[in-house]
Nanobody, 114 residues
Framework: QVQLVESGGGLVQTGGSLRLSCAAS????????MTWHRQAPGKQRELVAR???????DYTDSVKGRFTISRDDAKNTVDLQMDSLTPEDTAVYYC????????WGQGTQVTVSA
């Protein structure tokens, strides 16, 4: 049974930083891809960042240069370092893992005040 648990969300001022963590119940390097998505009120869930088993990464344009996704195989975590946050980054952030199936965490709220 795969479980993903996100943590690290909270309230931060514009320009601040947060680090989100997604803890998996299995080896994270067993997944082909792990991603962070976000969903703002009234909007569709969108892909924010992705890291493959080979550690290749990519980001949606709006977060390039500000967010960094990383994977720690020893801790079985995938983190999202978020810098230079703006109110437009306010959303619930979800971790997703894909191998022979797809699994989601419960989400963590990120709120950026103006």
């Amino acid at each position: 049974q795969v479980q993903l648990v996100e943590s690290g969300g909270g309230l931060v001022q514009t320009g601040g930083s947060l680090r989100l963590s997604c803890a998996a119940s299995v080896n994270v390097n067993s997944f082909a891809v792990m991603t962070w998505h976000r969903q703002a009120p009234g909007k569709q869930r969108e892909l924010v960042a992705r890291i493959t088993r080979a550690r290749s990464t990519d980001y949606t344009d709006s977060v390039k240069g500000r967010f960094t996704i990383s994977r720690d195989d020893a801790k079985n975590t995938v983190d999202l370092q978020m810098d230079s946050l703006t109110p437009e980054d306010t959303a619930v952030y979800y971790c997703n893992a894909v191998s022979y199936g797809s699994w989601w965490g419960q989400g963590t709220q990120v709120t950026v005040s103006a």
